[in-house]
């Protein structure tokens, strides 16, 4: 049982005197006591991408912020071994700190988060603990403030301009499989969307199978394809075979993951010109992709050259993208995002969020924030459709005519099910998994593969 994991679960309670710095009518009474952070995993289906395979489980932590007053708050974010003990390093010093003080809570973290103000680098994925435990600890409080004031968190960050936040279909190349059970087993009697989650994708037409089955369970309006998997012109293929079957009408994305050389931009970009809403880090870098986009006629977009605030200076100096991806997990929550949202509305730049394979509650704040944001450039990217798991009361959020309504209830909307969390923790305890390495899981293929940070 959950209530007995005390090696994943810092039980700590005490008592503080009143605060000075009220927010609202916020007292000492919700002062943090307790923080419980618990490791998940979550069915995975084998997708391919620039770093290699997706293991049958993904790794997210669920972080749980309780205060004196029996309000908790709950957040979610990618699962390593690094952060889990982060979180468990930095606890002690929140419990008596105000959940709505959310400046301080920020300085506590900046001042004593293990790793400091580490960098992506040429990390295939983002592995940052600084603002992964940022986020993991506002978003929890959020949760908190919009209980206590019976508002949901939205109203927090400024109110609603939408009612329903649009996402893209998320196209993968992929084995046969929908993952769990660390193997690839399929499902038997699956039908619609879960049956084609299961199919393999790996040529342009079975891209295009999969594009369908997608659009019509879910009735998303733009679609995305993960590439930097197979040599370029395949991909090229599968991008022209996606134009054709859907119409000029369909808004597509092409993402290589910075695998390609300029060379190899420049002789099949120019191919996808008039046919892409935005070509997402086609190579590594700002100075390539500034260069390379003064020569292509398309938007660029980036999750991978412009990942920090630090590097906003240079990103604007040289123009290396027209579009930045953010993401709450990954830019240190939900008012860093809006934050950034404001820069490139300054700046002229487009905006839109990055997803990665998550839960409900991962989902749930994108929504609040995609709800706030003025003005959506583009729709939101979401893994959601490929996860089977679920962790929230009342199971998956609905995905109807490619968005996602508003959650109306306080803080996020969600609850945890407290059921679920168990089964997905023994999942984690099965697993053995303390870390995403797509190299390794490739390498359970083609013994012979390893990442570069160049491919193509």
């Avoid at 007995?4 to 927010?23: A, N």
């Avoid at 109807?400 to 109306?408: C, D, F, I, M």
């Amino acid at each position: 049982m959950l209530e007995h994991r005390t090696c994943f679960i810092h039980q700590i309670t005490s008592y503080f005197g009143k605060t000075e710095l009220p927010f609202l009518s916020i007292s000492s009474d919700h002062q943090i006591s307790n923080i419980i952070c618990t490791p998940v995993a979550i069915g995975d289906p084998p997708l391919l991408n620039a770093a290699g395979l997706h293991a049958p489980y993904a790794l997210r932590i669920i972080v749980e912020v309780e205060t004196r007053s029996g309000i908790s708050g709950i957040s979610e974010i990618p699962g390593s071994e690094k952060i889990l003990q982060t979180l468990w390093e930095v606890t002690p010093s929140l419990i008596g700190q105000q959940p709505s003080d959310l400046t301080r809570l920020h300085q506590i973290l900046s001042d004593i988060t293990v790793g400091g103000h580490d960098e992506r680098g040429d990390n295939p994925w983002d592995q940052r603990t600084q603002v992964h435990v940022f986020s993991a600890i506002e978003v929890a409080c959020l949760d908190i403030m919009g209980k206590i004031m019976d508002c949901p968190v939205y109203e927090l960050l400024g109110g609603k301009v939408r009612d329903a936040v649009p996402f893209a279909a998320y196209l993968f190349y992929k084995y046969e499989g929908a993952g769990g059970s660390l193997g690839f087993d399929m499902y038997e009697g699956a039908q619609g969307w879960s049956r084609s989650r299961q199919k393999p994708a790996l040529t342009p037409h079975e891209i295009v199978d999969q594009a369908l089955a997608m659009v019509e369970s879910f009735g998303f309006q733009s679609i995305k394809l993960k590439g930097g998997v197979f040599e370029p012109g395949k991909e090229v293929d599968a991008i022209m075979a996606l134009r054709e079957t859907f119409g000029p009408s369909m808004p597509l994305r092409y993402d290589p993951n910075a695998l390609w050389s300029m060379d190899t931009a420049r002789k099949w970009g120019p191919k996808m010109e008039g046919v892409l809403e935005y070509f997402e880090d086609p190579v590594r870098g700002q100075k390539k992709m500034a260069t390379l986009r003064k020569e292509l006629k398309m938007p660029f977009a980036t999750n991978m050259c412009t990942t920090s605030f630090e590097e906003i200076p240079s990103s604007i100096r040289l123009h290396s993208e027209d579009i930045i991806l953010s993401d709450h997990h990954f830019w240190g929550g939900m008012r860093a995002c809006l934050t950034l949202h404001k820069i490139c509305r300054t700046f002229g730049r487009g905006f839109s969020m990055h997803s990665n394979s998550h839960l409900g509650i991962s989902l749930a704040a994108m929504v609040h924030v995609g709800a706030v944001v003025p003005d959506m450039d583009y729709a939101l990217d979401t893994h959601y459709p490929w996860q089977e798991d679920e962790v929230i009361v009342g199971g998956k959020l609905p995905i109807e005519n490619g968005a996602v309504r508003v959650p109306h209830g306080p803080g996020l909307g969600v609850e945890i099910d407290r059921s679920a969390l168990e089964k997905l923790h023994a999942n984690y305890q099965e697993a053995g998994l303390k870390e995403r390495n797509d190299e390794i899981e490739m390498q359970k293929v083609d013994p012979q593969w390893k990442f570069e940070a160049t491919r193509f």
